[in-house]
């Protein structure tokens, strides 16, 4: 009885292991599972022959009959890994070579900074070179040695932020011409960009923080008529061929004389529309010849050198450029209106 048991359960192993190898499917495994340990198997079918077997017998029967099951059991598990890892391999190689790919989306420079860097790849053409200075600033450097007066309403606490130990945040980019001018010697020719701050109601047309472009050209024989080219020549640059620029007298207290320039209106040509009011001119920037009292500030004889400076607004150029219409959009990182540059 216990040799015709072992007999059969060596048959059964033997065969299970057969056609678990040459198995092709998962149904294939399935079927073998229900033929041996399956309900109706024919490992299943011998459990009532153990119950015959001579009780001296026993252990060794039911040793030999677990066995036999956990082979199979193992083998059916064998089987399963080998055919999902060639399945999950075929699928692999399968790829749809005609389908479109998938686009990474890659980021834009903000518009702002690409103004940036076209203002500054517009004047280094004409022989600037880029400089940048801090942030955070002192008294001196803002005020100061650029010769604004103790009363100069942006010194204003109500206009500025201060911090407690008495420095600030930079009101304009003009305090790393002070810099520029303490650390070198003249002929200086730098163009600075970079934000600068106000106390102010953002709306439309004003934020809390703004970005400036600052030019700043030192050397002998330096006169006002440089500075209308340079800037003549920025205006075409940047805006295109045929825009004119016009200069009015102003007051700044660290250029003089001083003057506001105007660019003929990019929208109308100079006709006179809405954003230019009717007047065919738009305001862009501030400018003059440095005053001599700034040279004095930083050592450097203003009977010996002159310079001309100017600053404008990055934002404001941006808008003309891309006809934008709202100041608070370059600070609210919507991806609708960033992706459109
Ligand atoms: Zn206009």
């Known amino acids: 009885m216990l040799n015709e048991l072992l007999e ?55 040793k030999a009959f677990n066995e036999a099951k956990t082979t199979i059991q193992n083998q059916l598990e ?90 600030l945040l930079r009101t304009q980019t003009s305090t790393v011409q002070i810099r520029t001018m303490l650390a070198n010697k003249p002929p ?39 500075l209308k080219n340079t800037l003549e020549a920025f205006a075409e640059e940047f805006f295109g061929k045929g825009v004119t620029i016009r200069m009015r007298p102003h007051f700044f207290p660290f250029t003089e004389p001083s003057a506001e320039c105007d660019f003929s209106c990019v929208m109308c040509g100079g006709k006179g529309c809405r954003v230019c009011k009717n007047s065919g001119w738009l305001e862009i920037l501030g400018c003059g010849m440095v005053n001599p009292n700034v040279l004095r500030n930083v050592g450097i004889n203003p009977d010996e050198w002159q310079g001309f400076a100017f600053g404008m607004g990055i934002e404001r150029l941006t808008m003309l450029k891309h ?16 992706k459109q540059f």
């Open 323 to 338: 006809r934008i219409g709202d100041l608070r959009l370059f600070s609210d990182n919507d991806l609708r209106f960033l």
């Open 78 to 167: 064998e089987a399963r890994e080998r055919l999902a890892d060639a399945s999950g391999a075929s699928a692999a190689e399968a790829i749809d070579v005609t389908l479109p790919g998938r686009k990474w989306r890659i980021g834009t420079k903000h518009p702002v900074n690409q103004t940036i860097d076209e203002c500054c790849a517009i004047f280094r053409r004409m022989g600037f070179v880029v400089a940048a200075g801090p942030e955070i600033e002192t008294v001196h450097n803002c005020f100061d040695a650029l010769n604004a007066p103790a009363d100069h309403p942006s010194r204003d606490p109500k206009d500025t932020f201060y911090f407690d130990d008495g420095r």
């Open 8 to 62: 059969k359960l060596k048959e059964i192993t033997s065969s299970a292991t057969e056609a678990l190898a040459a198995a092709t499917t998962e149904a294939d495994v399935e079927n073998v599972k229900n033929k041996t340990i399956g309900r109706n198997g024919s490992l299943t079918a011998l459990a009532p022959m153990m119950g015959k077997i001579a009780k001296e017998d026993k252990p060794v029967a039911g």
């Open 188 to 226: 200086i020719r730098i163009v600075s960009p970079g934000r600068c701050y106000r106390r102010d109601t953002p709306d439309a047309t004003h934020g809390v923080h703004f970005h400036q472009i600052e030019g700043l050209y030192v050397d002998r024989n330096v006169s006002l008529a440089d």
